[in-house]
């Protein structure tokens, strides 16, 4: 028999909602469409043609509405895996635990969760202003290592090799690596550049940025551009997928991140307005959501 979730691991607001996001189960759709920047799910939901949802608390933003005849929501993160472990577990508590209850349900309900995000390239031949989508997430945060099963989610041989190939730092934890949804890979990603894209847990240093301070390995970006593991090789940088991608896969939920290259870090380029290349790519991203 399943366990009642305590109040104080599944805390509701007076409402009933969950606790951050401020939604109840009727609230959401079963595609969800990820977003970091909370202004931008309303540029997303401006594609509706109709909007029946609309709540926010902290940086947490919900649009729910249809698109072409499909139901579809929109969700901001904000920045960083801490926040994605928030939004996906309390997202997947709305479909998958009775909230009078507080038992989880007998019948498990998949979500599609789709990011759509920003990032840099990595790599020479990946132009400024073009989505790449992650095939594979490597993540340099610490969250899933806090889960159990994060062994059986993780390729062990790619994370070995990794580790090898940067004689990664000792006093940094071990990284992850988890695959996107092979269905959402193959309809909403099927002729985009893809390879693996890295989660780092911060935005300068971990991304190899240096301001006033000196990073740990000022050789890291070098090594990240020649990784490659059979067919794969790493392209991008950017700050949710990973988490995404481990809690997707623990909680059984299809997950797939696709990112607009706004800056191409091996040639120092930057965009000159990303958010024309980024509303193209919402566009199209929904109109491959009808095959789902």
């Given at each position: 028999?399943?366990?009642?979730?305590?109040?104080?691991?599944?805390?509701?607001?007076?409402?009933?909602?969950?606790?951050?996001?401020?939604?109840?189960?009727?609230?959401?759709?079963?595609?969800?469409?990820?977003?970091?920047?909370?202004?931008?799910?309303?540029?997303?939901?401006?594609?509706?043609?109709?909007?029946?949802?609309?709540?926010?608390?902290?940086?947490?933003?919900?649009?729910?509405?249809?698109?072409?005849?499909?139901?579809?929501?929109?969700?901001?993160?904000?920045?960083?895996?801490?926040?994605?472990?928030?939004?996906?577990?309390?997202?997947?508590?709305?479909?998958?635990?009775?909230?009078?209850?507080?038992?989880?349900?007998?019948?498990?309900?998949?979500?599609?969760?789709?990011?759509?995000?920003?990032?840099?390239?990595?790599?020479?031949?990946?132009?400024?202003?073009?989505?790449?989508?992650?095939?594979?997430?490597?993540?340099?945060?610490?969250?899933?290592?806090?889960?159990?099963?994060?062994?059986?989610?993780?390729?062990?041989?790619?994370e070995e090799a990794f580790m090898n190939h940067t004689n990664w730092d000792k006093h940094l934890h071990t990284p992850y690596i988890v695959k996107a949804s092979d269905k959402l890979l193959k309809i909403v990603a099927k002729d985009m550049t893809s390879g693996i894209t890295i989660s780092?847990?911060?935005?300068?240093?971990?991304?190899?940025?240096?301001?006033?301070?000196?990073?740990?390995?000022?050789?890291?970006?070098?090594?990240?551009?020649?990784?490659?593991?059979?067919?794969?090789?790493?392209?991008?940088?950017?700050?949710?997928?990973?988490?995404?991608?481990?809690?997707?896969?623990?909680?059984?939920?299809?997950?797939?991140?696709?990112?607009?290259?706004?800056?191409?870090?091996?040639?120092?380029?930057?965009?000159?307005?990303?958010k024309v290349a980024v509303k193209k790519l919402v566009e199209l991203i929904l109109n491959r959501t009808l095959e789902l």
């Amino acid at each position: 028999m399943k366990e009642r979730i305590g109040e104080s691991e599944l805390i509701l607001n007076p409402d009933g909602s969950v606790f951050h996001l401020h939604l109840l189960p009727e609230d959401i759709a079963d595609t969800i469409i990820l977003v970091g920047d909370q202004d931008r799910v309303a540029m997303v939901s401006s594609f509706f043609d109709s909007i029946e949802v609309q709540k926010r608390n902290r940086e947490f933003i919900t649009h729910t509405g249809f698109y072409k005849g499909k139901r579809i929501s929109a969700v901001s993160t904000g920045i960083g895996t801490d926040n994605i472990d928030i939004v996906v577990n309390e997202l997947d508590a709305l479909v998958n635990i009775d909230l009078n209850t507080r038992i989880p349900k007998d019948e498990h309900k998949t979500l599609n969760l789709i990011r759509i995000g920003t990032s840099g390239a990595l790599q020479e031949d990946i132009p400024v202003d073009t989505p790449v989508a992650a095939s594979i997430g490597l993540g340099f945060d610490v969250l899933i290592n806090y889960y159990a099963g994060r062994e059986q989610i993780s390729d062990s041989k790619m994370e070995e090799a990794f580790m090898n190939h940067t004689n990664w730092d000792k006093h940094l934890h071990t990284p992850y690596i988890v695959k996107a949804s092979d269905k959402l890979l193959k309809i909403v990603a099927k002729d985009m550049t893809s390879g693996i894209t890295i989660s780092a847990p911060g935005f300068y240093g971990p991304q190899g940025r240096k301001l006033r301070l000196e990073t740990n390995d000022p050789n890291l970006n070098q090594k990240l551009e020649n990784f490659k593991f059979g067919d794969y090789r790493i392209t991008n940088f950017e700050m949710e997928c990973s988490a995404i991608y481990g809690l997707s896969e623990l909680l059984g939920h299809e997950a797939l991140t696709v990112c607009n290259i706004i800056a191409n870090r091996y040639k120092k380029q930057y965009s000159s307005d990303y958010k024309v290349a980024v509303k193209k790519l919402v566009e199209l991203i929904l109109n491959r959501t009808l095959e789902l």
